[in-house]
């Protein structure tokens, strides 16, 4: 009986040690999968916006400190809707500043139009972004294209 005892505890424990390390296998995935990019740098949000398909002009960037309103209303709540089908969620950043750096993009099918891809970015992190053209009756989509 003793026997059947410690072999059950070795098999619980194995199961503990296996469990544990399938665990810790996933979250590191998990967290690989993500942004890669450290977007703090020109060259990381360069990065960034060329994994998703865009090439850009580095020499057009942008940037400007924005303050994130306290309430999505309005075609901001439009924009985030967007946003939420991007994977990305303005609602957990109200009332933040953050950075938003806007970029020419030179690689986009309306080569008639001017278009720009805006980041907002906190820290290391992209919060949100698009890609708009400037014409009067222009156009606003995602950063991902649809076969991301």
Same mark, same amino acid.
């Given at each position: 009986?003793?026997?059947t005892g410690e072999s059950f505890? !070795?098999?619980k424990a194995l199961t503990i040690v296996l469990l544990t390390a399938f665990?810790?296998?996933s979250l590191i995935l998990l967290r690989s999968c993500g942004q890669k990019e450290d977007v703090s740098t020109l060259e990381g949000?360069?990065?960034f &916006? &060329?994994?998703l398909?865009? *090439?850009? %002009?580095a020499e057009s960037e942008e940037v400007r400190k924005v303050q994130l309103p306290n309430v999505l209303e309005g075609s901001l709540a439009d924009y985030n809707e967007m946003q939420l089908q991007q994977g990305y969620d303005l609602s957990r950043h109200l009332g933040e500043t953050c %950075?938003?750096?806007t970029y020419r993009i030179t690689n986009h099918? *309306? !080569?008639e139009q001017t278009v720009l891809a805006t980041l907002y970015v906190q820290g290391h992190e992209v919060i949100a972004g698009d890609i708009h053209s400037t014409a009067l009756n222009g156009f606003l989509h995602g950063l991902k294209t649809e076969q991301d």
């Open positions: 009986m003793h026997k505890t !070795k098999k665990i810790l296998v949000r360069q990065a &916006l &060329l994994d398909g865009w *090439e850009i %002009d %950075d938003q750096y099918p *309306e !080569k």
